[in-house]
């Protein structure tokens, strides 16, 4: 089975720096990918991490741990707009299907001015 | 460029009653698709996923059956609803290859009354 656990809530400041941590356990690791969810709409990709190492897109990076079975997204120079629940999901090849997801339950971040 | 419908966007339905979610996938072939059900402030809860036409995978016992009668098609059924199946109803594509993406169709805020 799989378990990926993130926190429920966070808070940050407009302009300031946020990290959101992921931890999970799963068997057959296959790639840890990265959502923004906004309120009453569909998650939207934000990134992809399959190797240990940082991954850099914009004011957005996506670390992973494959060892420590751990990842965090890096917001920097936060917006209001990034006011969003951020969900991690695991791909494990031994979950029944070589192309399934698992999600936690998401992050909520709320950006204050 | 590849595309994903989802609908209806919204839908009330009274206890009892039947139910079916369509979604469609444009610009690509043979997708892996998936249907996930998100209850309120809560992660995404995978509940059937198809690697082909007429090939589908439930998690969870439920109250719900999927189709998939063409290669882009998905179809989520109920023959009653229960008041517990209220949620939003998410479907998603994901690529043939491990470091792909899945993509989220609008979603369905299904009101079970």
């Known amino acids: 089975g799989q378990n990926i656990d993130q926190p429920t809530e966070m808070t940050a400041t407009e302009g300031a720096i946020v990290q959101i941590n992921c931890t999970y356990q799963?068997?057959?690791?296959?790639?840890l990918f990265w959502y923004q969810q906004h309120a009453g709409e569909a998650p939207t990709f934000l990134s992809y991490?399959?190797?240990?190492g940082l991954e850099e897109k914009g004011r957005f990076s996506s670390f992973l741990s494959r060892s420590k079975g751990y990842s965090y997204l890096l917001l920097k120079e936060l917006q209001m707009k990034d006011s969003a629940s951020y969900l991690c999901a695991v791909r494990d090849l031994l979950a029944g299907s070589a192309r399934q997801l698992t999600f936690g339950s998401g992050t909520q971040l709320t950006v204050l001015p | 460029s590849q595309t994903i419908h989802q609908w209806p966007a919204t839908l009330v339905q009274p206890v009892g009653s039947p139910l079916s979610l369509e979604c469609t996938v444009e610009?690509?072939?043979?997708?892996?698709l998936y249907w996930y059900r998100q209850a309120a402030g809560r992660g995404l809860q995978l509940l059937f996923y198809?690697?082909?036409?007429?090939?589908i995978s439930s998690e969870v016992p439920q109250n719900l059956s999927a189709s998939r009668p063409q290669d882009r098609q998905f179809i989520l059924s109920s023959k009653k609803l229960l008041l517990s199946d209220s949620g939003f109803y998410l479907c998603?594509?994901?690529?043939?290859?491990?470091?792909?993406?899945?993509?989220f169709g609008q979603g369905t805020r299904l009101t079970v009354v």
């Open positions: 998603a594509w994901s690529g043939g290859t491990d470091n792909t993406e899945a993509f």
């Open positions: 991490n399959v190797l240990d």
């Open positions: 610009g690509t072939s043979n997708p892996n």
């Open positions: 198809s690697v082909g036409i007429g090939q």
């Open positions: 799963t068997s057959g690791f296959n790639g």
